[in-house]
């Protein structure tokens, strides 16, 4: 708990009080029972002095101990003493409203399955015990999305499945769309052949799945905010159907598994796996008319403004389908700079703002904060944020607005980070408050002002430290014209270039393949790397030359044809069929 970490407990409460526990004997006396019998206290949460009685003598000396929530697993009948009740539903309401009444400091939690109509009052639900396959897989998203439709807007999953095995391949698809979703709680069946611990599965699967969790741990800001839109609107924020923003169009009830994420995101998770030859998943896109998108995790632009588009993406194991609008704004906690667990107790003090950039769009956002686990927000102890993003070809200006409201314990002074994906290093020092900023390229804390160069994400990323939030903030970004060809899809390739040679290197000695025979991939895993420590002008000559390595590379590659050859014929296959 010091650590900013909750405890639960699963309860089974149809077993009742059983006579191996330890406060039995007191629980049967009250129930009128003779300990001695070894009887066991029947359930019956109906009865208001049983009720009573299981909280005053089970329950509350364990909650006591420093218990933040009972996981409730009611999984037994339907009916009770009292026609029509549910005691599914019935459980959440008295387990909820016990510790709003009770502990009135924090928020009352009840985790435990759907009760039917009216239980979105009493959150936070979980799925139940999964079979692990693709179509449970796919089921989920679609799931998740429909529940918005009754107000049940924060399902959570036994991400991998529940009760066998889940294939490393199926689990790391699962943990990615668990990315997006309410709730992330991998979770299974106690089996000394199920686990869900990503560090015994591949290296290549625990990898991306690292990435994964540190990346939803990132985006707790994001999440909270639309948590908080959808407590005030009624409407889930989080993941939601596409036909709630574009109901005109048949795709949107068609494309089972997109939803929406927020204002300005659409996640399309694939739930299907890769070939064994390519080592790429066909997977059907739709994205609606009305904006230009940018695929966050390979970078590539798809431009809908103007009609509907529909594509056949081709997607390696690390990448996700997850579309945003040019110009959208994503809050997040950046890694170096956070605790790596607890954080979402004990909220770090500094925020990051990360802009997909297109070189034309822009855009505004609300970001969302209070103290975390009170009551206080009910009585307007929080605050809002607005951030202002333009951008022209040229220039990037944002604004962060002193925020509105207060809670206890807000941090006047922020450190900031802003985060420009798919952009040229600035062509002079940056400017925050009309002051210059000048290159820190081992600013990774945050700990001074200026600005440093990620070259794998092809992203520009701005450092301010120590700024008072009662005054605006205005940073303002001069880079070279903006040339969106020399960006679509390269953030991507070079990920998969990093992926292949790896792949391929791992040949040697085995199908013993030679690094001289892919030169040119191993310069393409490397530009990342390059741009990182030298992101000077030269960088957009690298760019700009980009597209002639790929194709130089896959010459290389068609011609390997001898030892462990399909590695080379799969690295390819990526190289040229990025979406």
Known sequence: KKKGLRNTLNLHPASGVQPHEERYPQMARALGIDPSTKKYVPFNITDTYYTEKLFEIMLDPIYNQGLDFWWLDWQQWQNTPIKGLNPTIWLNHIFFNNYQRERLSTRPTVFHRWGGLGNHRYQIGFSGDTVPSWASLAFQPYFTATASNVGYSFWSHDLGGHQLPSPPELYTRWTQWGLFSPVFRPHCTKNRDNDRRIWVYPLVNFLIMKDVINLRSSLVPHIYTLARNTHDSGVGSIVTPLYYDYPQYDQSYKYTTHFG????????????????????????????????????????????????????????LPEIPAFFKAGS??????????????????????????????????????????????QQYLQGKSSWTR????????????????????????????????????????????????????????????????????????????????????????????????????FNGVRGLIKRAKDAKQDLDYAWGQGTLYQSDYSQLVQLSEIGSVLTANPSSSAIQVLRGFKALVKGAADQLNKINYGDYQRAVKARSQLLNIA
Not at 334 to 351: D, F, R, T, W, Y
Not at 406 to 419: I, L, P, Q, R, T
Not at 460 to 481: C, D, G, M, Q
């Open 329 to 374: 704004i994503v809050s997040y906690w950046p890694s170096s700079q956070k605790a790596l667990i607890g954080s979402a107790q004990n909220a770090p003090k500094v925020i990051g703002f990360m802009f997909f950039v297109d070189g034309s769009s822009g855009s505004s956002y609300q970001l969302y904060e209070d103290s975390g686990n009170d």
């Open 261 to 316: 994420w927020g204002s300005t995101g659409i996640i399309a998770p694939v739930t299907v796996p890769v070939s064994n030859s390519s080592g790429l998943a066909a997977w059907p896109v739709f994205l609606p008319s009305g904006s230009k998108y940018v695929n966050w995790f390979t970078g590539q632009f798809h431009d809908a403004r103007n009609k509907n588009i529909e594509f056949l993406g081709n997607y390696t």
């Open 387 to 486: 951030v202002d993003f333009t951008e022209t070809s040229t220039t990037y200006k944002v604004v962060v607005n002193p925020p509105q409201g207060s809670y206890n314990g807000m941090a006047s002074v922020y450190n900031y980070e802003f985060k420009f994906l798919n952009s040229f290093p600035p062509s002079a020092d940056v400017q925050v408050n009309g002051k210059s900023y000048s290159y820190h390229p081992n600013n990774l804390q945050g700990k001074s002002t200026g600005w440093r160069y990620d070259g794998d994400e092809l992203a520009l990323i701005v450092n301010v430290a120590s700024h008072s939030r009662s005054k605006p903030l205005t940073l303002t970004v001069t880079v070279p014209a903006y040339d969106q060809s020399v």
